[in-house]
């Protein structure tokens, strides 16, 4: 059933759901190690034509959003029939006629219990605010920032000394420093410019 290409992967999360009470602890197991679920394609890669898709682990994959597709993380193949909802009251189970759960929030919930990844891990991150695309770099310091707090408290500026990925200045040429070499880090505007206006020491 895992290795068919016919259903959705909101329709195998479904089936899933539906018979998890079922399951036994080694059967759980089995399946948190099982390349079961596809990843989104990039808008401009054409796969050809009955080519099947890679699987993947769900703890090698993200949840559908847009701030991670920005980042250039792979997203969960979740596609556009059922909405994807992970961050909500779960509310009441609810069952279509054939017994498969009607209630998206239950199949997130399923999912982030196989390891389905909410955020990138610190080092992740990281290694995107130093990416070679200055198109990613502003958005991962952008998230990086607005989560520091929820997500990211264990972070120490020693464990990156040697990765330059805060936007500075030295003089008046940008560059990327390392939290070693920057002096001052004075956040203006990420999406719209490469760098921040900040002062760096090199």
Known sequence: MIKTNEWTIADLTKYLVAVQSTLTTDEWARLKLTAAFSKEAKPDVVTESGQKPTRYQANQLYEPLEIFRQLGLPTIDWGTQTKWRGASEEGRLNCDRNGLPTNSLFLAKFLFELGLLR????????????????????????????????????????????????????????????????????????????????????
Request: proline letters at 10%; one cysteine or more; hydrophobic letters at 40%.
């Open 119 to 202: 955020f990138p891990p610190l080092n992740v991150l990281i290694d995107l605010c130093a990416s070679s695309d200055p198109a990613v770099r502003p958005i991962a310091l952008k998230y990086f920032l607005d989560n520091i707090n929820a997500r990211y408290n264990d972070y120490d500026p020693v464990d990156f000394a040697k990765t330059s990925f805060i936007p500075a200045f030295k003089g008046s040429t940008p560059r990327m420093g390392t939290p070693t070499e920057v002096r001052t880090f004075q956040i203006t505007s990420f999406l719209s410019v490469d760098y921040c206006n900040c002062t760096g020491v090199f």
